[in-house]
Structure formats: structure tokens, C-alpha cells
């Protein structure tokens, strides 16, 4: 165990443990005592890590507001605020986001569909660009005030950005917006095809977070809007168990993939 004030590896174990049953080490270079969570977001927190990481995972996949959740989980016997739900989705979110992010990179089709939805944020609509390839998988969210060529420049930077990919094909609605904006990013090197109707099962898509944030009646800052709607699609999309669109799932697998997948987002937060 290497200790997290001074990095040495000269550390012993103590016998006894944390509250929560955390094991405590000392470091014999510097002194110092630190338990398993320390130097982590994770330390100081009131409840056990995989408590905070439910919390969290269901706040982004369920609709249930933030005192929802600390009523549910005070049958349990557990005691924590709203405030205490939002500020771990406020830490978490962005680590999940991270580490999904640089999962799937290099791993998404060539062909695009790109739109844009909407969102309340401080009483006014917003742009929320997205992107999914042709099986249906994930390529980016981003969030805009405006729907302009700027918006679309910065929502196709951001989605090579984390895929390192360079699409063949991009299928866009017929705004004015994006054929000077596929110019500016890709030039040539882009097929771009404008239809009303090809980005149909996009726009069927976007009821995922439609649906989710439809209960939140809006946001107060963009970046919360932001920060939530890509933790959201990220792990809507890590636990979708198909791989492309239409793909009939068993209900055995399915179940075993979810839990599995839940296992692994778990694990990403333990070594955040």
C-alpha cells in the first residue's frame, strides 16, 4: 500500500479499522496514519463507498429526485441530506463521465447521426447536441446556449476530440448551421447528407435523457446541465447491452451484462 502523503511503500497495517471497516495504514517514512480512502474523493465521505456510488448510479438512471433518494435510503436506516446527494453527483458524475469516455475511444463507427433537443436551464431553452453512429452506440453530448455554426464547430472538435475518430458520413437535419461547420472541421474529407428523415431513430434516442431530465424541471447553471447530461448518456450507453441498433438481447443476458457492467463502473470509481 503506498502511503498518499509521501508515496513510500514502507507502510504497515494497523489492527484496527475505520468506522465503515476501511483498513488504516502507517507509513514508516513519514509517520503518518491514512486508511484506504484517503487521498481519494471517496475520503471523508459519510456512508461506505459502494452506498455513495448507488446513490449516484441510480440518481443518474432513475427518475428520482434528490430527496427521493435520501428518503429511500432512510428506511435503511441511512441518514444524509439532499444537498448531501447533489454534492456527490457534483464529485462522481465527472469521473464516471472520464473514464467512459476514455473507454470507448477508437472504438465508434464512421457513419454519424447528429441533432440537436432541448433543455430548460435557469428558465431558458438550450441546445443539446448529440451524436450516435449507425449502431446506435454513443459519440458525444454537448450542451449549447446557442444553435449557430460556432455551437456545431465546438460539438464536432469535442466528438473527435473523444473518440479518435474521423467520420466518413455525417446525416444532419437541413439547419443552416451545419454545412458551413462539416467545412470548417473536416473540409472534404466528409460526406455530409441533409434529410428529414434519416435521423428518425436519433430523434427516437433522445427520449432517453428527454425522459430522464423531464422530472428535474430544469436546470439552474449550464454546467450542471452539462455535467449531468453527459454522466447520464455515458452510462446509458456503457449499460446498453446491444451493439447495434434492433439487436435482439436474451433476457438472461441481458440481466448478466447489466450486472457485470454495474460491477465495472463501481471499479472505475475505486481507483479514481
Not at 43 to 57: A, E, T
Not at 128 to 154: F, T
Not at 169 to 194: C, Q, W
Amino acid at each position: 500500500m503506498h502511503c498518499p502523503h509521501c508515496s513510500s511503500t514502507a507502510t504497515t497495517e494497523r489492527s484496527d479499522r475505520t468506522a465503515h471497516g476501511y483498513r488504516r495504514f502507517r507509513c514508516q517514512e513519514c509517520g503518518r496514519g491514512f486508511n484506504e480512502r484517503t487521498g481519494s474523493l471517496l475520503n471523508r465521505l459519510q456512508l461506505p463507498s459502494d452506498i455513495v456510488f448507488l446513490i449516484v448510479l441510480w440518481r443518474l438512471r432513475f427518475k428520482l429526485s434528490l430527496r427521493d433518494l435520501a428518503e429511500i435510503l432512510l428506511l435503511r436506516g441511512l441518514v444524509f441530506s439532499h444537498e448531501a446527494v447533489r454534492d456527490w453527483e457534483t464529485k462522481l458524475a465527472p469521473l464516471l463521465t472520464h473514464a467512459l469516455r476514455q473507454r470507448r475511444r477508437g472504438k465508434i463507427g464512421r457513419s454519424w447521426y447528429v441533432d440537436e433537443t432541448y433543455l430548460k436551464v435557469s428558465g431558458r431553452w438550450q441546445y443539446l447536441y448529440r451524436a450516435i453512429d449507425s449502431g446506435g452506440n454513443l459519440v458525444d453530448v454537448y450542451l449549447s446556449a446557442s444553435r449557430d455554426q460556432a455551437a456545431a464547430e465546438a460539438f464536432f472538435g469535442s466528438a473527435i476530440e473523444v473518440t479518435g475518430v474521423i467520420p466518413e458520413t455525417i446525416t444532419t437535419d437541413k439547419h443552416a448551421s451545419y454545412p458551413p461547420a462539416l467545412e470548417e472541421v473536416f473540409g472534404d474529407n466528409v460526406e455530409h447528407r441533409m434529410s428529414k428523415y434519416k435521423n428518425n431513430h436519433l430523434e427516437q434516442d433522445h427520449r432517453g435523457v428527454k425522459g430522464r431530465t423531464r422530472p428535474m424541471r430544469g436546470f439552474k447553471s449550464s454546467t450542471s446541465a452539462h455535467r449531468f447530461c453527459r454522466a447520464y448518456d455515458e452510462v446509458r450507453n456503457f449499460l446498453r447491452p446491444a451493439t447495434q441498433r434492433k439487436q435482439h438481447v436474451p433476457a438472461g443476458q441481458r440481466r448478466a451484462i447489466h450486472v457485470q457492467r454495474i460491477a465495472a463502473l463501481r471499479d472505475m470509481l475505486a481507483i479514481a
